[in-house]
C-alpha cells in the first residue's frame, strides 16, 4: 500500500506541475468582514429555521402558496392597516409622515414624505423568513394605498425573464437602530415583485420547490419581461 | 464543560460559525475561484456555501478532524449547483451590501486579472476531464487535501480518489504530447508543398504607386 500511495503522490505532484495555478489569495481589503458580517446577520435569520428540508418545504409551499394564489388572483386582502391590496395602483394616498404599523411583527414601514417621494424601511432581512408571502403581499399594497406604483407579476415555472427590467435602486443603510436599509421611491419609480408558481421536483420524489419571490425597486417605470 | 467544536456547529451556535469562516473561508475562497475563475463569483459562492453550511449543519458528523473537507465538499457542490443555491438564498444575498463601496487598489486589480488569465487557461486543459475527475483534481492537487479527506468531501471511497487522479494524469499527459506533437508539425514540412505559395505583395493599382 505504502508503494501504491507513493505512486499516487506522483500523479498529485505530476498535476501539480502540468496545472499549475496562481497563489492563494485572502479576500480584496474589507470584504473579509463584510462577508462575516453579513454572514452573521444571515445565520440569526435563519436560526428560526428548521434543517430539514421536507418539513420546511411543505410547510412554506402552504403558506405561499394560498398567498401565491390570492395575488394572482388579484383577490383583495384587508390589510390590518386599512389599505387594500389589488390591481389598483392607489388612488387614495397615505397623509402625514407617520410610519404605518403592522398587526404582524413590522418589518418595514411606508412613510409619505413632504416632497412627494415615498420612502420605504426595512429590517435587515427579517422579512425574508417566515411569511414571506404576506410582507410582500401588504408592502405592495401599501405602496399601492399610498399612490405609487406597485407590479406584481406572476410566471409559471418555465418562464424566465432576462434580468435588465431597469435600473435596481441601491438600498441605503439607516443607520437609526429601528430599520436597517431604506428606499426612496418617486411617483416615476416602481416596485416590482415576481411570483414564481411552485416547481415540481423533477426526479419525481413529489415534493415541490415552495413559490418564489423576487422584489425590486426599479427606478423610473419596469422595462417589460423579455422571456428567455 | 464546553462541547466540542463540532456540537456546537451541529448545535447551530453563530459564534462556532463566526470562527468557522475564520479559520477555512480563504481556503473555500480559493476554492471557489480555481473552479469558477473569477475572483468576485467566487467571493458570492464563499457566502452561498456558508449559507448551505448552517442549513446542513445536523449533517456534520460528531466526531472527527477538521471540517475543512466538509466545506471543501459542499463549495463543489455549491459551484456545480450555484444557480439553484443561490435561488434558495436570494433574498439573504440580495441583502449583501454592495461590494463597490470598498476600494479596489490598482496593483490588486491587475494581480487578480493576472490570476484569472492564468486560471482561464488551465481550466481550458481541465475542460477535456470529465467532471469528477476534475472535482477530485482540484480537491486533492489544487487544495491540498490527502486522499482520505477528499474522498470525505465528495462522499466517495478512498480508491476511486486514487483512480480518478491517475486517470487525470494520464489523460493529460496524453494530451500534452498531442498538442506538442501538433506543435511540431509544421516545422517539419521545410520543402514548399503544392500550393502553398500566395502572392506576396499586392497587385499594384496601375499608378505607378507601391504596393502600401
Not at chain 1, 68 to 92: L, R
Not at chain 2, 104 to 131: N, T
Not at chain 2, 177 to 190: I, M, R, S, V, Y
Request: proline share 5%.
Amino acid at each position: 500500500m505504502v508503494s501504491r500511495d507513493r505512486e499516487q503522490d506522483g500523479d498529485v505532484r505530476e498535476l501539480r506541475r502540468l496545472l499549475a495555478v496562481p497563489a492563494e489569495r485572502d479576500f480584496p481589503e474589507g470584504r473579509r468582514v463584510q462577508r462575516e458580517e453579513h454572514l452573521m446577520r444571515s445565520w440569526r435569520t435563519m436560526a428560526g429555521q428548521r434543517t430539514d428540508g421536507r418539513g420546511r418545504r411543505v410547510g412554506q409551499r402552504l403558506a405561499m402558496g394560498l398567498a401565491a394564489a390570492a395575488i394572482a388572483a388579484g383577490v383583495t386582502v384587508a390589510m390590518p392597516g386599512g389599505s387594500e391590496s389589488g390591481t389598483d395602483s392607489g388612488k387614495k394616498a397615505e397623509k402625514g409622515t407617520e410610519k404605518t404599523t403592522e398587526a404582524v411583527p413590522a418589518s418595514y414601514a411606508v412613510q409619505k414624505n413632504s416632497n412627494g417621494t415615498l420612502t420605504i424601511y426595512l429590517k435587515e432581512v427579517s422579512m425574508w423568513s417566515e411569511g414571506d408571502a404576506k410582507h410582500f403581499e401588504a408592502m405592495t399594497a401599501k405602496i399601492r394605498a399610498a399612490g405609487f406604483t406597485a407590479v406584481v407579476e406572476n410566471f409559471h415555472p418555465d418562464k424566465t425573464c432576462r434580468q435588465n427590467r431597469g435600473e435596481v435602486m441601491k438600498p441605503e443603510k439607516t443607520g437609526d437602530g429601528d430599520w436597517d436599509y431604506r428606499y426612496v421611491m418617486t411617483h416615476a419609480d416602481t416596485y416590482l415583485v415576481t411570483v414564481r408558481a411552485p416547481v415540481a421536483d423533477r426526479k419525481g420524489s413529489g415534493t415541490t420547490q415552495p413559490t418564489f419571490y423576487q422584489d425590486r425597486f426599479i427606478k423610473g417605470p419596469v422595462k417589460p419581461c423579455d422571456p428567455s | 464543560m464546553e462541547p466540542p467544536f463540532r456540537a456546537r456547529i451541529r448545535a447551530g451556535d453563530e459564534n462556532s460559525f463566526r470562527v468557522l469562516f475564520q479559520e477555512h473561508g480563504r481556503a473555500v475562497y480559493n476554492h471557489c475561484f480555481r473552479l469558477t475563475g473569477d475572483w468576485s463569483v467566487a467571493e458570492d459562492c464563499v457566502s452561498l456555501v456558508f449559507l448551505e453550511t448552517w442549513r446542513m449543519r445536523e449533517k456534520v458528523e460528531p466526531h472527527g478532524g477538521s471540517l475543512l473537507p466538509w466545506l471543501l465538499g459542499i463549495a463543489t457542490n455549491v459551484v456545480h449547483h450555484r444557480r439553484r443555491t443561490a435561488r434558495r438564498h436570494r433574498a439573504l444575498m440580495e441583502r449583501m451590501p454592495p461590494p463597490g463601496l470598498l476600494p479596489d487598489f490598482a496593483d490588486e486589480v491587475v494581480g487578480r486579472l493576472e490570476d484569472q488569465e492564468r486560471i482561464a487557461a488551465v481550466r481550458k486543459a481541465l475542460d477535456q476531464l470529465s467532471r469528477p475527475d476534475r472535482e477530485v483534481l482540484a480537491l486533492c492537487v489544487w487544495a491540498g487535501l490527502d486522499y482520505a479527506a477528499t474522498a470525505e468531501a465528495l462522499g466517495i471511497p478512498v480508491g476511486t480518489v486514487r483512480s480518478r487522479l491517475s486517470r487525470a494524469r494520464r489523460r493529460l499527459e496524453k494530451l500534452a504530447l498531442k498538442n506538442l506533437e501538433q506543435d511540431l508539425e509544421p516545422a517539419a514540412a521545410e520543402r514548399q508543398q503544392t500550393g502553398d505559395r500566395h502572392e506576396a505583395v499586392r497587385p499594384s493599382s496601375g499608378k505607378g504607386e507601391g504596393p502600401w
